[in-house]
């Protein structure tokens, strides 16, 4: 999965509930800067987000669909409050990419 899709999806999780918090908005400005995502792709990625235009791509790996796991999980817990549609998200998103109920535990149990 390439870069700006992955933050594309990161967006979407951190806009779900309807804004984006300072914390998140961190996380998103440093995810931007160190995967070469551009002011440009950035704006537009929230701005869809905002709008309600959400698009969660799934990546054609396993260990891409991982990937993406492990970075809305970290999104969701960015601020400390687990959104009740940010979990129906998370669950959602795993099961479009096929995670299985003992993947997501194992990928939660390695970010704790």
Known sequence: MNRVDLFN???VMAAVDGKINDEEAAYLA?????????????NKAIANAMANQRDFSVPP?????????????????IDGQLAPVEKELCA??????????TELKNV???MT
């Open 92 to 101: 959602s998103a795993a099961v479009a990419m096929n995670i299985t109920q």
């Open 9 to 11: 999806n990161l967006v």
């Open 108 to 110: 939660i149990a390695s």
């Open 30 to 42: 440093q995810r931007a800067v160190n995967w070469g995502i551009t002011e440009a792709e950035a």
């Open 61 to 77: 790996t396993k260990e891409g669909c991982l990937e993406v796991l492990r970075e809305i999980i970290k999104m969701m817990a």
